[in-house]
């Protein structure tokens, strides 16, 4: 079991410009999940993946967003034209929904800072 | 909605002293309930779980049992160690979606020699 991956850990770029963020969920699980955690907060749901069928977007996700997982396998997600409020960390998750009762695993996810 | 409140942080203790975190949730039904642990720098990882009422959750020590009937899910330790020092995060799992997590605010433990 090698975890869930993420790549970068860490991310700084200036507002406005376009970041891209990638996780490799657990090999054998078919769900991946996407949240952000702000400073002293909870994680926060943004949306969700089964296989490549993205099922379901939080109103957390504007149209600067977008995310993907083309084959069912990794997934990106993509902010376009950052603003100050993107800085965040950006959490991956997933799990095997053919166990109801199996939790969702994390990834160590990618800090985002907008200069 | 769905939610999570949890006992408002930071906490400090002493090594050996016992450790209470509160958390009440409101959802419809009878959701899954989490105790996530945040140590700096990682991600979350599963401490505990329970998925219906008077089911008690534990690992490495720490306890949480869901009372349904106060709809709480409060996590125990009895001995700290320096090593507990990270953030904890209760959360729910509702049947009604259960694809996502919803999570309280987070409470920050720091545990002194």
């Known amino acids: 079991d090698t975890g869930v991956s993420q790549d970068p850990r860490h991310k700084i770029t200036k507002r406005g410009q376009n970041v891209t963020f990638r996780c490799d969920p657990i090999?054998?699980?078919?769900?991946l999940y996407w949240y952000r955690q702000t400073l002293g907060q909870g994680p926060e749901f943004l949306t969700y993946?089964?296989?490549?069928?993205?099922?379901?977007k939080s109103r957390l996700l504007s149209d600067r967003f977008s995310a993907e997982r083309p084959k069912g396998s990794f997934s990106t997600l993509e902010i376009q034209r950052t603003e100050q409020g993107d800085s965040a960390m950006y959490l991956c998750?997933?799990?095997?929904?053919?166990?109801?009762?199996?939790?969702?695993?994390f990834g160590d996810g990618t800090r985002l800072s907008i200069l | 909605g769905d939610s999570v409140t949890q006992m408002e942080g930071p906490v400090t203790l002493s090594e050996e002293a016992f450790l209470t975190i509160n958390c009440t949730y409101t959802?419809?039904?009878?959701?899954?309930l989490f105790w996530y642990v945040q140590y700096p720098g990682e991600g979350l990882q599963l401490l505990l779980k329970?998925?219906?009422?008077?089911d008690k959750g534990s690992n490495k020590g720490f306890e949480a049992t869901y009372r349904k009937e106060t709809t709480s899910f409060h996590l125990e330790k009895g001995s700290v160690q320096v090593s507990d020092s990270a953030v904890y995060f209760c959360?729910?799992?509702?049947?009604?979606?259960?694809?996502?997590?919803?999570f309280g605010a987070g409470t920050t433990v720091t545990v002194r020699a």
């Open positions: 998750a997933s799990s095997d929904s053919r166990d109801s009762n199996q939790p969702q695993h």
């Open positions: 090999s054998e699980h078919n769900r």
């Open positions: 993946f089964q296989n490549e069928a993205q099922l379901e």
């Open positions: 959802a419809t039904g009878y959701p899954s």
């Open positions: 329970a998925t219906k009422a008077d």
């Open positions: 959360a729910l799992r509702a049947r009604s979606n259960d694809y996502k997590l919803s």
